[in-house]
């Protein structure tokens, strides 16, 4: 019976957190998006037209933020992610830069 319950609980918790992963425009959610909801510098996802602040990941995890070719508060950049929006934010599982 204990084995049932373990095997059940794994299965529902693996459905519960996978997520597909989707094309998504990845940048400053201030500074590129116009989100106004919060202060600084902050990443964000953008895709149906529509722009989240991102929770699991930080700006400065793929570099200085305010480099002029590549920082996400000069440039909006693709990138495929995985996660879901919760309570108006993108909670990211996974990001891979394109």
């Known amino acids: 019976m204990k084995k049932i319950a ?3 609980v794994l299965v529902l918790s693996v459905a519960c957190t996978n997520s597909e992963k989707q094309t998504v425009e990845l940048s400053c959610g201030q500074c590129q998006f116009g989100l106004t909801s919060q202060d600084g510098c902050d990443l ?3 895709f149906d037209d529509k722009a989240y ?3 699991g ?7 200085d933020a305010h480099d002029k070719d590549t920082g996400f508060c000069e440039v909006i ?3 495929e992610v995985s996660g879901a929006v919760v309570d108006n934010r993108f909670e990211v599982q996974t990001i891979e830069l394109k």
């Open 77 to 79: 950049r693709t990138a």
């Open 44 to 46: 964000a996802v953008r």
């Open 53 to 55: 602040f991102v929770d």
């Open 57 to 63: 990941a930080d700006i400065d995890d793929f570099g």
């Open 6 to 8: 373990f095997i059940l």
